[in-house]
């Protein structure tokens, strides 16, 4: 044993005397609290993460990968709470302040590709193949988390898993024995300063007696901003009311027949944050276009008018519907006005003035995807 903190355990019954003490120690090994958090999970204190609506969490990864290239860098562990928001775990570095900064600074690079590494349902499938490993369905581990008999919730907790991942709206947690007042400082800052993103750092000390050991968790950092924002549905945006406030009347009108005209086809409209997406009308389907009103960015750097998808989610789609994605991107790019999209999309992006001018050309290839795709499925 240490130098450190202890623990005295009381016996009531004894007028409070004194029966054990429990002395803080170091972890036995570097992968200690590793396990540990494998093993329970609720090591990370939900009840201090949200007083008012306790987290649960149900772990989906271990060892996931943090990095596009082959890389030795993964978060220790990815879990869900039941609102769908990931929780991303950084466990394993030394103790002291340069250690600390160099593992935050890394934290927050590999939070920076997480969009890129987790597409369209790859959370789903990395919680299907752990829980596979220990004999169990993910569909009736997801319905007993979310606490809930319909399969309906069951895909749209998933739906929402995919939809924060996309949105950056994630929780970045930093677990360890202990932190430095420099590094608890600059956790505290950066998760101020961020929107969607919450960075925690939650101290887990290690406590034995002769008999037994204890594991003692406290979050040490959580910034009150958060208490302050309004609940996930009330910041949801409105799409009539996005496309209305639009500044220019020809643009305003051709965002709104996109709209009307995306109804028709089945098109899913989700709403987020700051804008509009929609997504091709089968299960598990990707996003196929994404707006954003002039001046705005969405997560990934996506913005304006942009069509296309994420490529790095093609291999896990029918055949027949990369076919399909790939002919609806190659008519767009054979649109003159047409601009880059970000690198990780496939597609073509339209700014305010070639969307209105190219309205046609848009409006054909989005009939001609979805004509495809249901002819496929037929």
Not at 61 to 83: F, I, N
Not at 122 to 141: I, N, P, Y
Not at 272 to 283: I, K, V
Request: charged residues 25%; hydrophobic residues 40%; negative net charge.
């Amino acid at each position: 044993m240490d130098g450190g903190s202890k623990i005295f355990l009381l016996d009531l019954d004894q007028q409070g005397a004194v029966v054990k003490q429990a002395a803080e120690r170091p972890y036995a090994s570097d992968d200690f609290l590793q396990r540990e958090l494998t093993r329970r999970p609720e090591l990370i204190p939900g009840d201090e993460v949200n007083p008012d609506a306790p987290r649960r969490w149900m772990l989906i990864a271990r060892e996931a990968p943090a990095w596009r290239q082959p890389h030795d860098w993964a978060w220790d562990h990815l879990l869900l709470d039941q609102d769908g928001v990931p929780g991303f775990i950084e466990c394993r570095f030394a103790p002291g302040p340069e250690p600390e900064r160099a593992a935050l600074a890394r934290l927050m690079q590999m939070a920076a590709d997480a969009l890129h590494i987790w597409p369209e349902g790859k959370a789903l499938d990395a919680a299907r193949t752990m829980f596979a490993r220990a004999g169990q369905s993910v569909e009736r581990a997801t319905a007993d988390f979310v606490e809930t008999d319909s399969e309906a919730q069951v895909d749209a907790y998933w739906t929402q898993v995919d939809r924060n991942l996309a949105e950056g709206r994630v929780r970045l947690i930093m677990a360890g024995r202990s932190f430095s007042q420099e590094t608890r400082r600059l956790a505290g800052y950066l998760s101020a300063q961020m929107a969607r993103t919450e960075l925690l750092t939650v101290e887990i000390k290690l406590y034995e007696t002769k008999s037994a050991l204890m594991l003692v968790p406290r979050l040490v950092n959580q910034p009150k901003v958060r208490a302050q924002r309004p609940p996930l549905a009330q910041r949801r945006l409105s799409p009539e009311r996005l496309v209305a406030s639009l500044p220019d009347a020809t643009y305003r009108g051709l965002m709104q027949r996109f709209m009307s005209v995306s109804a028709d086809l089945g098109l899913a409209l989700e709403a987020g944050d700051s804008g509009l997406s929609w997504r091709l009308p089968f299960n598990g389907a990707p996003v196929v276009a994404w707006f954003f009103p002039p001046g705005q960015q969405g997560p990934g750097g996506v913005s304006d008018l942009t069509l296309g998808y994420d490529a790095s989610g093609e291999d896990r789609l029918p055949e027949e519907t990369a076919v399909a994605l790939h002919r609806f991107v190659n008519r767009l790019k054979a649109v003159p006005t047409g601009a880059e999209p970000p690198s990780w999309l496939h597609g073509v992006r339209f700014s305010e003035a070639a969307a209105i001018h190219s309205e046609e050309q848009i409006l054909d290839a989005v009939r001609r995807l979805v004509k495809k795709v249901r002819e496929d499925e037929e």
